[in-house]
């Protein structure tokens, strides 16, 4: 598994363009948060849902494989057993990454990504990694810019 910061940093630099597998169009959904987010910060986040038309302002495709253009990364918020199929789809479509999510552990599905030349991740937040390592992470999801324990007055 990815999981060193070099790593992740390039991962998040390339990869621009993010298929989000269980996107959800709800609000209070943490797929939801994240792909705002990922669209608040310059990526193309292309929601992968068979249940919606589109979300966030973007038009939302059944598979993988219905994409018409390249995708970069595919980030995964389904549950553990499904996620195999989903890798091979991610190999079929040329993506360069498979993201699985925080409580996500394909270890079949991530040895499959990584025979095929993807980078792998595994049981991470791509939201909060982004925040962690491009300086955007802070107690109210606000960068200050400030290295102390103590509260500004």
């Given at each position: 598994?990815?999981?060193?910061?070099?790593?992740?940093?390039?991962?998040?630099?390339?990869?621009?363009?993010?298929?989000?597998?269980?996107?959800?169009?709800?609000?209070?959904?943490?797929?939801?948060?994240?792909?705002?987010?990922?669209?608040?910060?310059?990526?193309?986040?292309?929601?992968?849902?068979?249940?919606?038309?589109?979300?966030?302002?973007?038009?939302?495709?059944?598979?993988?494989?219905?994409?018409?253009?390249?995708?970069?990364?595919?980030?995964?918020?389904?549950?553990?057993?499904?996620?195999?199929?989903?890798?091979?789809?991610?190999?079929?479509?040329?993506?360069?990454?498979?993201?699985?999510?925080?409580?996500?552990?394909?270890?079949?599905?991530?040895?499959?990504?990584?025979?095929?030349g993807l980078d792998a991740v595994?049981?991470?937040?791509?939201?909060?990694?982004?925040?962690?390592?491009?300086?955007?992470?802070?107690?109210?999801?606000?960068?200050?810019?400030?290295?102390?324990?103590?509260?500004?007055?």
């Open positions: 598994m990815t999981d060193d910061i070099v790593s992740l940093r390039r991962i998040l630099r390339q990869c621009r363009t993010i298929a989000i597998v269980g996107l959800s169009a709800d609000w209070h959904r943490p797929s939801n948060f994240v792909g705002k987010y990922l669209q608040q910060h310059g990526y193309r986040i292309v929601p992968v849902n068979p249940r919606y038309d589109s979300i966030l302002g973007e038009r939302c495709f059944a598979k993988l494989e219905d994409i018409p253009h390249p995708v970069d990364m595919v980030d995964v918020f389904r549950k553990t057993a499904d996620v195999l199929p989903i890798a091979r789809s991610a190999v079929a479509i040329g993506a360069k990454c498979l993201w699985q999510q925080i409580g996500v552990l394909n270890d079949e599905a991530d040895a499959l990504a990584r025979a095929a595994m049981d991470r937040c791509v939201k909060i990694e982004h925040a962690r390592l491009f300086g955007g992470l802070h107690w109210a999801g606000v960068n200050t810019r400030v290295v102390s324990a103590r509260r500004p007055v």
